[in-house]
């Protein structure tokens, strides 16, 4: 009888303990605007919904910490051109198809995930695809971003090994 008590309290623990996974009871954060005009926002902990909004130009964010290529890449939701990244992940070829021509060039902006430019280029679309070719990126996550007059397109890719 010990034994059956005993078994069915470590199985009850064992599935309560499943319900609480990736809680926590505190959150603590601080944002603050440097010296120099840095501005360093942190948080630590929270349990809240996230979203973000958006109110006559001003970006607004709730819940745990938002990227800020979260707001670049919906600001393109809009265009009129539509852009298909591919491969994505990619090993050293990516591919930007657009529903419409480009004849203007094109202007590429790749930056890492510190914020830093990695690469940059000025190209012109083939047959509404424009191709470039990224060898000596490390695997990691990189923002793209591609501009010409009219158009402004960034999007999150993923290079692999």
Known sequence: MRYVVLIFFCTSISMYSQLLHHQMLSAQGKSTTTSNGLYVSQSIGQQSATGTSKDEGVYYSQGFQQSIWASYIKSTMNNSITTITYPNPFVE?????????????????????????????????????LTIVLPMLASSNYLVKLTAPNYNYYTQIIKKS
């Open 93 to 129: 070829t990516l591919h930007f198809q657009f529903s419409q021509a480009i004849t203007d060039v094109i202007s590429v902006m790749v930056f890492d995930i510190r914020g830093r430019l990695v690469f940059q280029e000025e190209k012109k679309a083939i047959q509404n695809t």
